[in-house]
């Protein structure tokens, strides 16, 4: 028969309480005990009421080769009392040590967490540098992009600065080349405008020298000769103005306008100066019919 030196808990919930038995290896938990070797409370304060242990009765058992549980050896280490179970147990854990560090393997739990911390510590730098080196490449490429988009900005202002240039150059001389064809233009029409003058002139005082009628008073509406000239002379003034501005196309089609427009007056002065006779015709006297009387009434 084997015995073996292990807690008991006893107390209420959240009030704990543990005595140290002898107790047959086979028996249940809470089965028969052969003797009670002391007790422990976790919860007392006063560290000599803490643990009660009967020394003399506890290194009887060992010596008659009662195993004690992991707890209550350290325990009784803790109060100064060797067996050789814990030292076999020394052993063979500084043997499994030895073999799982020949191996490259983590023998505690403390080795583990702590190899773990330090394994984090290093995946986390790795994910940093790999971020703050991609955020740079980033930069680098915006600012490549920027500087490439500035360059092509630049040379595309050039360009079109070139362009306007050139064209401004073209017009010029555009205007350069139709500059004389606009003066002689001009000149005719000035030339055609004080030709028709007199002829308007000449059909006015035709128009006056005829003779009026009685029953017709006809008014005629003159104007001067100076006005005439005058009114022709900036005619040609808006013309030249225009000229400078419009391309030669334009100035044609304004000259033409303006000719068709000249000719349309140069009839109306006609028709006003003509005399228009208007006869008043008297109303008609309606003949008076006699009225038919009997034979009778006349005798």
Not at 1 to 13: A, C, N, P
Not at 124 to 131: C, G, I, L, R, S
Not at 247 to 254: G, H, N, V
Request: hydrophobic letters at 35%; zero cysteines.
């Amino acid at each position: 028969m084997s015995v073996k030196l292990r807690m008991t808990r006893i107390g209420r919930r959240h009030r704990p309480f543990f005595r140290i038995n002898a107790v047959e290896s086979r028996t249940p938990r809470d089965g028969k005990v052969l003797e009670k070797l002391g007790h422990y409370d976790p919860i007392e304060k006063d560290k000599s009421k803490q643990l009660v242990l009967n020394l003399e009765r506890i290194k009887y058992w060992l010596d008659k080769g009662a195993i004690p549980s992991d707890t209550v050896s350290q325990i009784l280490l803790r109060q100064g009392i060797k067996h050789k179970y814990a030292e076999e147990k020394a052993a063979r854990r500084g043997r499994a040590r030895a073999l799982a560090r020949a191996k490259g393997k983590l023998f505690t739990k403390a080795e583990r967490i702590a190899a773990e911390k330090a394994a984090k510590a290093i995946e986390d730098k790795a994910k940093a540098e790999a971020k703050a080196e991609a955020k740079a490449q980033a930069e680098a490429k915006a600012k490549a992009e920027a500087d490439e988009k500035l360059l092509s900005e630049a040379k595309a202002k050039e360009e079109k600065a070139r362009a306007e240039a050139k064209e401004k150059a073209e017009e010029k001389a555009k205007a350069k080349e139709e500059a004389p064809q606009a003066v002689e233009e001009k000149a005719e029409v000035k030339t055609k405008l004080e030709e028709e003058v007199p002829e308007v002139v000449e059909e006015k005082v035709a128009a006056q020298a005829e003779p009026k009628t009685e029953e017709a008073k006809v008014e005629t509406k003159t104007e001067p000769v100076e006005v005439k000239k005058k009114v022709a002379e900036k005619q040609v003034k808006k013309a030249e103005k225009k000229a400078k501005v419009k391309p030669k196309a334009e100035e044609k089609e304004e000259v033409v306008k303006e000719a068709k427009a000249k000719a349309k007056t140069k009839t109306k002065v006609k028709a006003e100066a003509k005399p228009e006779a208007k006869e008043k015709k008297e109303p008609k006297k309606k003949p008076v019919r006699k009225k038919k009387t009997d034979k009778g009434d006349e005798n």
